[in-house]
């Protein structure tokens, strides 16, 4: 089992920047894969960066590329996901999720078994 708890949401400026942080606990949380999803108001829950356990692939969302930056550090047990160039159309809840012990990247929420509560991102212009 692994227990995720996101932090770092907030309001910001278009082009402003924000950085959330996922805590897990759990014995094997450092062998995971996790990932950020996002879920805006009236959309489905759509895939934004993940990283694998030990840090050395990632993967990103066309809308998001170049922009977010996705990182770990397992001596921690804690992920990041840094935003930066912020639009209005980043605002959404964001999900920190987490899959099985030394799996790949996913891309489908449907790959994660594990999922935070959430934390707000509100971009204003």
């Known amino acids: 089992q692994v227990q995720l708890v996101e932090s770092g949401g907030g309001l910001a400026q278009v082009g402003g920047s924000l950085r959330l942080s996922c805590a897990a606990s759990?014995?094997?949380?450092?062998?995971?894969?996790m990932g950020w999803f996002r879920q805006a108001p009236g959309s489905a829950r759509e895939f934004v960066a993940a990283?694998?356990?030990?840090?050395?692939?990632?993967g990103y969302a066309d809308s998001v590329k170049g922009r977010f930056t996705i990182s770990r550090d397992n001596a921690k047990n804690t992920q990041s996901l840094q935003l930066n160039s912020l639009k209005p159309e980043d605002t959404a809840v964001y999900y920190c999720?987490?899959?099985?012990?030394?799996?790949?990247?996913?891309?489908?929420?449907?790959?994660?078994?594990?999922w935070g509560q959430g934390t707000q991102v509100t971009v204003s212009s």
């Open positions: 999720a987490a899959r099985g012990t030394y799996l790949g990247i996913s891309y489908s929420a449907t790959g994660y078994n594990y």
């Open positions: 759990g014995r094997t949380s450092s062998m995971y894969t």
């Open positions: 990283i694998n356990w030990n840090g050395d692939n990632t």
